[in-house]
Nanobody, 115 residues
Framework: QVHLVESGGGLVQPGGSLRLSCRASGINFRLHPMFWYRQTPGKQRDLVASITSDHSRSYADSVKDRFVISRDNIRATVFLQMDNLRPDDTAVYLC?????????WGRGTQVAVSS
């Protein structure tokens, strides 16, 4: 069974940084793309960043030059380093992957950016 567990969220002031982690189990992690989404109440989930099995990365325009996605295949973990955070980055951040035609999600970790 695929299991994704996020951690690292919290409250931070504008301009601050956070590093999110997502530990995966139940898959051969190194073979699968990994995604970070975020969601605010009443809105759809938006793709923030993705990283393929060969470490090719892509980002939403709103986070380019501020966020960096990376992966550690030995620890089966994907990271999202978030710098220069802004109030509009406030959201629940969710980790996701595709496996055998299905998309799997973690429960998410809350990020709040406020002074």
């Amino acid at each position: 069974q695929v299991h994704l567990v996020e951690s690292g969220g919290g409250l931070v002031q504008p301009g601050g940084s956070l590093r999110l982690s997502c530990r995966a189990s139940g898959i051969n992690f190194r073979l699968h793309p990994m995604f970070w989404y975020r969601q605010t109440p009443g809105k759809q989930r938006d793709l923030v960043a993705s990283i393929t099995s060969d470490h090719s990365r892509s980002y939403a325009d709103s986070v380019k030059d501020r966020f960096v996605i990376s992966r550690d295949n030995i620890r089966a973990t994907v990271f999202l380093q978030m710098d220069n955070l802004r109030p509009d980055d406030t959201a629940v951040y969710l980790c996701s992957t595709n496996y055998k035609g299905n998309q799997y999600w973690g429960r998410g970790t809350q990020v709040a950016v406020s002074s």
